[in-house]
């Protein structure tokens, strides 16, 4: 796809700047996140290009303070660093209202890797702390139009993604969890939000918005509003009834475009801007120039892996910041930003204190780049394992519950 764009003219004025940067700039659309750096994305830039705000600490203590306890390490190292509006969502449940949080997943393959686990597990963590319900969207028209995909495959997909998603730990009595080719034809208000959504944006701005071009199938076109109608609490009839609540919105910053211009729209339509919250991108095995992907399976550690594969794979494929010589490694030190195992315990090691004195360690030349990526593996081997245990025992009744449409256990305040 080609890198999002802003239209030169248009009646709607969408947040941020989506132009189109010089070569030398990331990359970083809903399909297509690459960078010539070896350190991956500049977050500082993609910020000031989306128009969104960095989490910095004072927002970090504040939200810790309306919590009630210590956020998400995710949310504490800064891979989850941007936000819209969170702000204003902590004023209202500082005031007593409720909220949703909504977040999904395209299912491109059979099995997650670790880097689709990052938005889910800051999402439970959020659910729990402010006890409120959890809508899940699975997109599987999205994957059977952008990718070579029948419809009965990208079905399948999306029950074999939303096992390992129960899998994390969600509450049933809080979450609804949905496929689109499913529920848009049993929920007649999904269709009808999407179609309100639809009206009020233009074919020059969806094409500005993505990128799409003269070639493109018509699917494409229409499906952002798709995404964009979870955002609006009357899709869930069953849930909120007729109430237009305010939602929270985790998800990897590519994802951003899509809401965008869902915020532009809601008060068109009446609803509050989605607020939401921005993580960054887990590293492909081979360097943060990437993004993983689902479809290459040597670019991550999928949950379906060994303890063996992962270990293969780490030792093998993580591209590594160490020095050519163990002289000059010792002597200069390692480099920490690009070293993919030391990213990965960024992401998954518990302690702050002992993920510091690693870091330190190998800038010193102390550590060596086989000592890091061993205890990387260490780290993820047991995280695996104990989520194929888990994911084990989601049958497809428990799979059944969680897609059927039903109350849920929420009082709108």
């Known amino acids: 796809m080609a890198e999002v764009l802003i239209p030169a003219v248009e009646n709607v004025s969408l947040e941020g ?26 977050y500082d830039k993609l910020i000031k290009r989306f128009g969104c705000s960095h989490i910095d600490n004072d927002l970090v203590k504040r939200l810790e303070k309306v919590a009630g306890k210590p956020v998400h390490p995710l949310i504490r190292r800064g891979i989850f660093f941007s936000h819209r509006d969170l702000h204003l969502l902590l004023n209202m449940v500082e005031s007593g209202k409720k909220f949703y949080l909504y977040t999904g997943r395209g299912p491109s ?18 659910q729990e702390a402010f006890d409120v319900p959890l809508v899940i969207q699975l997109t599987d ?23 390992d998603i129960i899998a994390i730990g969600f509450d049933v009595n809080k979450t609804f969890i949905f496929a689109n080719l499913d529920y848009m034809g049993r929920c007649p208000a999904f269709y009808q939000n999407v179609i309100r959504i ?8 969806v094409k500005g918005i993505f990128g799409f071009g003269d070639s493109d199938v018509i699917g494409k076109i229409g499906f952002p509003a798709a995404q964009a109608a979870p955002a609006f609490s009357t899709t869930f009839p069953f849930i909120f009834g007729d109430n237009k609540l305010p939602v929270l919105i985790p998800c990897a910053i590519d994802q951003d475009p899509y809401f965008r211009m869902t915020r532009d729209v809601s008060p068109r339509l009446g609803f509050p801007k989605p607020a939401l919250i921005h993580s960054s991108f887990f590293p492909a095995l081979q360097g943060a120039k990437t993004k993983m992907s689902a479809s290459e399976a040597n670019s991550a550690v999928f949950l379906t892996d060994t303890a063996k594969q992962i270990k293969t794979k780490i030792n093998k494929h993580a591209f590594s910041g160490g020095r050519p010589t163990l002289e000059e490694h010792r002597e200069l ?16 090691h518990e302690d702050d204190d002992e993920l510091e004195r690693l870091r330190l360690a190998y800038i010193k030349g102390e550590l060596l780049s086989g000592e890091i990526k061993k205890i990387a593996i ?26 059927t449409p039903r109350k849920l256990n929420y009082e709108v305040v």
Not at 17 to 42: C, H, L, M, Q, R
Not at 198 to 205: A, L, M, S
């Open 198 to 205: 639809q009206k009020c944006v233009t074919f020059n701005q």
């Open 109 to 126: 393959s059979d099995s997650m890797h670790l880097g689709h686990l990052v938005p889910f597990i800051v999402t439970k963590w959020l």
């Open 17 to 42: 700047n989506n132009g189109k940067t010089p070569e030398e700039d990331d990359i970083v659309d809903p399909w297509t996140v690459t960078s010539k750096a070896d350190s991956g994305v500049d």
């Open 141 to 163: 028209d999205e994957k059977t139009l952008w990718k070579d995909l029948t419809i009965e495959q990208s079905m399948k997909m999306a029950h074999e993604n939303a096992k």
């Open 333 to 348: 030190g390692g480099n920490p930003d690009i070293d993919v195992s030391y990213q990965l315990l960024r992401f998954f």
């Open 378 to 403: 260490e780290i993820l081997q047991p995280i695996v394992a104990a989520h194929q245990e888990r994911r084990k025992l989601v049958s497809d009744e428990i799979l059944k519950q969680f897609m």
